[in-house]
């Protein structure tokens, strides 16, 4: 699902406009369409697309339309000390809160040299790499969690309790950041839903349990499972710890408790986040920071290659190329999406095409 | 190798005993020494051997007899602002270091919400649970991460660069606190050595690579290779951004560039820690957080099993239950280990049985 670069390309500043106006039609003031098109362009451009407009727009502009994500969002600041606030996003889309929340956590981590954002009562934020990313670029250390809808199963369980619970951290290079963000589960939930829309007849191993609990490789069976944890009971308690973070800790749902991204209207997500950024230069000159990471990065990428690898990627890397020739070549949009724009624009009466 | 609980039972106080006596008549003041045999003892209370004096006593002692892990180390702090403090540890024993970083830690996480630990020229500083459990025990998260000499190939590679970089998450709960603690590799290096040394046939699949980079489940060319990263691609980013905060952002060595624990007495490690607490109660009442974990907890042990799972555990139940035994029916202490121990106190001439 994640940038298999098929579909019509469009540049880059074409997608820009339709989906910034797509989210003034829905009702967004000016800058929050700008924030919340920034999100998703970015995730499209570092091939991310299950993360980007192709995915997230349609469903995005729906729940705005049908006033179950709050589009003038009263955010505030719940709680505070100089270094943790908790962040009452009043039911605003993810990443217009969390955007707010990590400006804040980073501006408070310049005076205080880290600070740590709770936010509950937020929807679907896109890819949590954007808020650990907007730290790495004010030279901070950037570290991203957030919880979501059920899908995974506790660890010796058969039933959904807790989502793919992603976590991402960022940190400023010389040339790019280093940056990685994994949900902490095998495989996303998305790629089994394509499975079955493709009529494959297997996923592969490992991905999935049906709902008695045993592995499965049949995309229904699996649709109608669970997806299973990364690294076994490992990828359980890291998922259940960041569901403790971001959920427990600020107030937000948690568990089975949150409300679905699809075909749920009436019920907000209340979604919580936690982000937090450390101020590198508070700790060491930023400049021995960047030399010694530079260091690292040319000392992995000379490691002699194992028998049958075709290279050593840094975290972030192959994002940061796909990023440099998608803004040059644009971004492919597969036809049934282009489908689903066409009809958004439409329906918002702006123009696609 | 953590727990198997074979050898002969030794009542705890006769353990911490032991154990500190070493300590000091090794050339530590009486407090450091109370707090290096607590980290161990701790470690074995919980059933995780591999961190405990089963395995950490004699080679501490040894290198403090050598010289070359410093038993009076002036620990400073190199940089702060009130929430990002860099330590230097002067090459003392980690635990010492570490256990003076995360009370600092704790410290200003009381007064200013969250406070991180940066930590440089340290050593081998036992189980990372540690450390977290204390900022639990202030009704704190904690959150804790080291890095370590090299056994782990970046995803792709032959060679090894990382360590197995652990990471810990504790938080308080109504009763136990909720703790995890892994290792980024997906089978400790100490089993492998261990079916060495049993002259096992075979260890598990997808525990190990030979050195040209191809698995392997023979022990010999496992020993000879490095160790695989849990879930893949995802386990090796993690160890690397755990080895860029504990490394590059301390000043600490990193990669292949730190000392081994055995086998070299001319250099210190120069590990690198990175520590941090977040006080609950700056973000919300800490009774409104412990109720909803208990909920949380309630909930997961509630979930159906799996077929064929015998039970859901939370992350730290398992440790907590063989902490309460273990408390009442002593420490087993293996017989190659007792004679490590008769060894020791030979050397130091002080008693042992």
Not at 100 to 114: C, F, L, N, S, V
Not at 138 to 150: L, Y
Not at 184 to 189: I, L
């Amino acid at each position: 699902m994640a940038g298999d670069d098929q579909g019509t390309l469009y540049p880059v500043e074409v997608l820009r406009e339709f989906t910034q106006q797509a989210f003034v039609k829905a009702g967004l003031p000016d800058d929050d369409a700008a924030v919340v098109t920034d999100n998703l362009i970015e995730a499209n451009l570092r091939g991310v697309d299950t993360h980007g407009i192709t995915r997230l727009l349609a469903i995005y502009i729906k729940r705005l339309r049908a006033g179950i994500v709050n589009a003038h969002p009263n955010i505030t600041i719940a709680s505070e000390s100089s270094s943790a606030i908790l962040v009452d996003g009043d039911n605003g889309l993810g990443a217009v809160v969390a955007t707010w929340a990590m400006q804040e956590a980073i501006r408070r981590a310049g005076q205080h040299g880290a600070c740590w954002a709770g936010v509950r009562h937020s929807n679907h934020f896109g890819a949590t790499a954007y808020f650990t990313l907007m730290a790495a670029a004010r030279d901070m250390v950037g570290i991203g969690m957030t919880n979501g809808p059920a899908a995974m199963a506790p660890w010796g369980g058969s039933k959904a309790y807790m989502s793919t619970n992603p976590i991402s951290f960022a940190v400023p290079g010389e040339e790019e950041p280093v940056v990685f963000d994994m949900a902490t589960s095998v495989a996303a939930r998305g790629h089994i839903l394509l499975a079955v829309t493709r009529g494959d007849e297997r996923i592969p191993e490992g991905w999935a349990l049906d709902k008695e609990g045993r592995p499965t490789t049949d995309p229904q069976a699996a649709v109608e499972g669970t997806v299973m944890p990364m690294a076994g009971y490992k990828g359980y308690v890291l998922s259940m710890m960041i569901d403790i973070l971001c959920g427990c800790l600020t107030g937000a749902a948690f568990g089975p408790h949150l409300g679905p991204l699809y075909g749920q209207f009436e019920r907000p997500q209340d979604i919580g986040h936690l982000l937090g950024a450390i101020d590198v230069g508070r700790m060491v000159p930023i400049g021995e920071f960047k030399s010694r990471l530079a260091q690292m990065v040319q000392e992995i990428k000379a490691t002699p290659l194992a028998a049958g690898a075709s290279g050593i990627f840094i975290p972030g890397e192959i994002e940061a190329g796909k990023r440099t020739r998608r803004l040059q070549e644009g971004i492919p949009i597969p036809e049934g999406v282009r489908h689903e724009f066409l009809e958004v624009a439409r329906d918002l009466d702006i123009p696609f095409e």
